[in-house]
């Protein structure tokens, strides 16, 4: 499972550097591919032309488990630790480097990587420039398409359609569930110090909406904000789901409305994948769900 500091690799470390990202002219020809996909659990079936892979995302590793394809797996990067098979794998990356003579000695297809991966490295990868594929998964449609061409890549389609087909069912049922209930005001915290929130252009908030929820700082352009703790008070959240495990920094007077989520269902969010949609917006919904009950409760008190 992730600690604190892995998240903030993962999610805030990557925007910094997103400004010294070199273009794909320079990071990788035009034969590299830059793609979006997703996954979801299937039956292991018997691949016929075997392919050999290696995966730099924590995400993409865990969709290719999805897609009953570890045993295509060569090597992946430290944080890919989900599910525990994964764990077995030869590990020869992280966040800052890649163990180059490892590399050179595996025998593989494709790398496999995202987009946030830092910059540096992508560009000392060009010279597997004919195997390198980048990916971006922002939200759930490009978790869609990644899973689609993984899914391709690796010769399971069929598992790749029946993920995709299954993550389809989720979402609509979700819109169905919630369509007609109503809206609570929400907020996600994912950092305390300083105080980090969800805006608009985020995968959590998706979560919020699929849920029946308004994330307070949709607005914000920025994917992550950090804002004062006036400013979460000031927004009124009926409910704050925080993606923290340690939260005294959090406004004293929102504690009560505070719903923190445990570190497989805070994982499960931060790394989009079908997991995304087994573990993390569930908990959501029930955060939700749970502050409505409240709300309506207090309503129905009023009258």
Not at 37 to 56: G, I
Not at 125 to 142: M, V
Not at 289 to 302: G, Y
Request: with cysteine; proline share 4%; charged share 20%.
């Amino acid at each position: 499972m992730i600690n604190l500091t892995t998240k903030i690799i993962l999610l805030i470390v990557p925007l910094l550097v997103a400004s010294i990202l070199v273009t794909d002219a320079l990071l990788v020809d035009s034969r590299a591919t830059d793609s979006h996909t997703v996954s979801t659990d299937t039956p292991v079936t018997p691949v016929t032309d075997e392919v050999r892979v290696v995966s730099f995302s924590p995400e993409i590793s865990e969709i290719i488990a999805y897609l009953g394809g570890i045993d295509s797996l060569a090597a992946t990067d430290i944080n890919s630790t989900y599910p525990d098979e994964l764990k077995k794998l030869p590990k020869i990356a992280d966040y800052y480097s890649v163990n180059q003579e490892a590399l050179s000695a595996l025998n593989f297809d494709h790398i496999l990587l995202s987009r946030d991966f830092n910059a540096l490295i992508i560009s000392k990868l060009t010279k597997y420039q004919n195997k390198l594929h980048i990916y971006s998964i922002t939200d759930g449609s490009d978790l869609l398409k990644v899973i689609e061409d993984l899914g391709k890549i690796l010769h399971r389609e069929k598992q790749a359609s029946d993920i995709i087909n299954d993550i389809q069912m989720k979402i609509q049922n979700l819109r169905e569930e919630h369509a007609n209930k109503p809206v609570i005001k929400t907020a996600i915290v994912i950092w305390d110090k300083p105080l980090l929130t969800a805006g608009g252009e985020t995968f959590l908030n998706q979560a919020v909406k699929l849920c029946g929820g308004s994330n307070i700082f949709e607005k914000l352009t920025i994917k992550f904000p950090s804002v004062s703790a006036e400013k979460l008070i000031a927004g009124k959240p009926d409910v704050v789901i925080s993606l923290i495990d340690d939260n005294q920094n959090l406004p004293s007077s929102l504690k009560n409305r505070t719903v923190v989520l445990t570190r497989e269902q805070q994982d499960s969010l931060m790394k989009i994948s079908p997991r995304s949609y087994e573990t993390g917006i569930p908990a959501v919904c029930q955060a939700i769900d749970s502050a409505r009950n409240l709300v309506h409760n207090k309503t129905q008190t009023a009258d």
